[in-house]
Each structure stands twice: as C-alpha cells, then as structure tokens.
C-alpha cells in the first residue's frame, strides 16, 4: 500500500516526455505564426512607403501643371468648336514647350529600384456636335493619367495608378 501512494505522489510532481513536447510544439507554432505576422508586416509597410514616394512625385508633377493651368488667360478659347482650339489641348502643348517641358516619362529611383513615371494626357469636357456643348464646355478639361512601374525585374510592379483632371483658370472666365 505504502509503494502506490509512492507512485501515486511521484506522478503528480513533474511533467513526462509527451507534455513538454506537447507544449514545446506549441510555443514553436505560435512563433512560426508570430514571425510570419511581423514578415508581412514589414513588406506592407515597405510596400507603403514606395507607394507613398511614387504619389509624392505624381503630385509634384500635377503642382507645376495647375500652375501652368493658372497662367492661361486666353479668353478667346472659350467656344471652342474643335479640340485644337480648346483650353486643354492649350495646356497640354504648353506642357512640352518652353519654358515649361515637363516631361510625360521619366525615369526614376525610389529606395534602389528603377521606376518610369507615364503620364498619359487626354482632352475631355463635351463634345461639339453641331457646335453647342453641355454648358459652353467643350474642350477645357485636361484628363491625366499616372503610372509609376517597375523598370527590368521589377517590370510587373506598379506603385501607383492615378487618374485626374485640371481645368486651366481661364475656363472659368468663359460666359456660360
């Protein structure tokens, strides 16, 4: 009798094998996760920051357009019947010409990797079928289209995919 109490206490001491292997593979499972959680953590957090400086040179570049936009004063695009004659395609030319030239595609480095900055310029506002448009606003606004991608390796990688639209000031000028 006295040697089962014996046993009967020795058991309930300490852990066997199975039960600290049992946690050991638990605690080993939790760090995989946890590791796992912090690598995705970091790559998303990378991945913002070339995001972030590809939309900070997109907004540069749209900074100097509006203030070119600004500088438009020809009032007499203000019924402009064909898109050669509006204010938009007025403000893409002035885009490319001197003193301005902004150039649609540049190439660029953001943390050690070649991007091309695309910019892509389309006239909208209206259409000028039998001469009257939607409110006398044919042709004064300037879409734009931003791509920022990957150069070589890095080809399939966009960081940035902005579309917006600048109305040079003088539009606002035109008699509705």
Known sequence: MHK????AARKDKGLTLVEVLIATLIVIVFIAVSLQALT?????????????????????????????ASTLSDTSRCKATVVD?????????????SPNDIPANEFLEI?????????????????????????NACYETLKLNYKVKGTG??????????????????AFQCPL
């Open 153 to 170: 390796a890095q080809s399939g990688l966009i960081l940035a995919d902005v579309e917006t639209e600048v109305i040079p000031d003088a």
């Open 111 to 135: 943390a050690g990797i070649n991007y091309e900055k695309q910019r892509t310029a389309t006239v909208s506002g209206g259409t000028a079928s039998g001469g009257s448009c939607k409110l």
């Open 85 to 97: 004659n509006g204010y938009a395609q007025a403000l893409n030319t002035s885009l490319t010409t």
């Open 4 to 7: 089962i109490l014996l046993l």
């Open 40 to 68: 995705v953590a970091a790559l998303f957090k990378s991945r913002g920051k070339l995001q972030n400086e590809a939309i900070s040179l997109i907004q540069k570049d749209l900074e100097r357009i509006r203030t070119i």
